[in-house]
């Protein structure tokens, strides 16, 4: 395990942040390791939600790291590397395709050893629930949106007409306007047209019934 060539991953979100701290923090566990630390990549005032196109110090730690430079990546937090279970479990493939170990300090997180690497299986698990997961609420979405439009039931892309423009409708059906005609004068859909027509028929029923 000794003499493992490390590179650290040092991020802050915002300018005013330092790195002094992650940096002190990860050579001190290096040091009681024997682990040799051969590399610093930084992205100071860099947000962990960004992609590694915009983050060039991540960039070139998985360079390092696919190119065999650096045996371990030790970083301070989970939360330094990314945003989100998927993209840590999509780093943690990139480092085991090369066999490149992790080190978490605040997570205690450590694949060099039997119980890290463990760890490293167990969330490949949680990545692919939490996938099928986001699948299954995508899936309910769309069943909603196509069965009643947006969530409030409302048509999708139909806004609510104005009050004024309801009524405008209403009088010309009234004048006995075809609704082609209607929708045309008034600026509107066919299918708005239609759909307050339906409302005037049905509202006109009991009044007929009393009759």
Do not use: H
């Not at 190119?67 to 479990?89: E, H, M, N």
């Not at 990139?94 to 992790?102: M, P, W, Y």
């Not at 205690?108 to 969330?123: I, K, Y």
């Amino acid at each position: 395990m000794n003499g493992k060539r490390v590179g650290l991953y040092l991020r802050v979100s915002t300018g005013d942040q330092t790195i002094e701290t992650q940096r002190l923090g990860l050579v001190a566990a290096c040091e009681s390791r024997g682990w040799r630390i051969v590399g610093e990549f930084e992205d100071k005032g860099v947000s962990g939600a960004k992609g590694r196109e915009k983050r060039p110090g991540f960039d070139r730690l998985l360079k390092s790291a696919t190119t065999r430079k650096i045996d371990v990546v030790a970083a301070w937090s989970v939360d330094r590397l990314g945003r989100s279970l998927q993209d840590l479990v999509s780093f943690l493939a990139e480092l085991s395709a090369v066999g490149c170990d992790l080190y978490l300090e605040r997570q205690a997180v450590d694949t060099t050893t039997p119980a890290g690497r463990a760890l490293f299986q167990m969330l490949g698990v949680f990545a692919e629930f939490e996938r099928s997961i986001i699948q299954e609420r995508v899936k309910a979405g769309m069943e909603r949106a196509r069965r009643y439009g947006t969530k409030s039931g409302k048509p999708i892309g139909q806004p609510p007409l104005a009050r004024a423009k309801v009524g405008a409708i209403k009088a010309e059906l009234a004048r006995g306007t075809g609704i082609l005609k209607t929708a045309r004068l008034c600026g509107t859909g066919v299918s708005a047209v239609q759909r307050i027509k339906r409302e005037l028929i049905a509202s006109e029923v009991p009044a007929e019934g009393r009759g």
